[in-house]
């Protein structure tokens, strides 16, 4: 309803709040880390360790690229539906709260997942595999109303278990190679969004 010029300016003043916010806080005191070696000498052997650690520890990597590519799809998914779900149908002045109630998903999979612990991860993955599965062929119905439930349910999946492999990730990760290992996480969902964008483009092109 406010078009993207006033979205996108609101945005912008919420954002200014938040770096003000974010000046108000201050750093925490360290001790200054003993020995003559340099920062670059440290980041390097920071990453050298990380990388080490994978190659020993390849259900970690697994469980990355698992959850990375996943957390892909679903991610995609969305975004593309905000260009699809006009053109099957929706009213343009429904698809912000259409969009707000999809990612209504996403919270509640990241909440109700704690209520899950004894569902083994395979089990977890084979659950959110099958209802982003669910949620990509719902377009092929055409009608809108499914597809935003489809896209409720691709949220739901993703969060429900990107938490639990964040969870089973802070436990089988040192903590001194944590921050390094969770943006290698970070990193490799950026590269699967990378290549896996033309491939979903081309599929939303042909339905």
């Known amino acids: 309803m406010l078009g993207y010029r006033k979205a996108y300016s609101l945005d912008v003043v919420f954002g200014i709040f938040g770096v003000m916010t974010v000046l108000g806080l201050s750093e925490m005191t360290q001790p200054a880390v003993s020995g003559k070696d340099g920062i670059g000498i440290r980041c390097k052997a920071c990453v050298t360790e990380s990388i080490l650690f994978l190659k020993k520890n390849p259900k970690v990597m697994g469980l990355i690229l698992v959850n990375s590519l996943v957390g892909a799809v679903s991610t995609l998914l969305l975004f593309f539906l905000q260009a699809k779900l006009p053109e099957i149908g929706l009213n343009p002045s429904l698809l912000g709260p259409a969009l707000f109630f999809m990612q209504l998903g996403a919270a509640l999979g990241a909440k109700l997942v704690h209520y899950c612990s004894r569902l083994r991860f395979r089990g977890i993955v084979i659950f959110s595999i099958s209802g ?31 938490v639990r492999a964040d969870i089973i990730l802070n436990e089988k990760i040192p903590s001194r190679q944590r921050s390094t290992l969770i943006s290698v996480s970070s990193f490799s969902f950026s590269v699967i969004m990378i290549f896996l964008s033309p491939f979903m483009g081309w599929i939303f092109d042909r339905i």
């Open 132 to 162: 982003i599965a669910a949620a990509l062929g719902s377009l092929l119905l055409g009608n809108p109303y499914i597809v935003i439930a489809g896209g409720f349910m691709a949220a739901f999946f993703d969060d429900f278990m990107e």
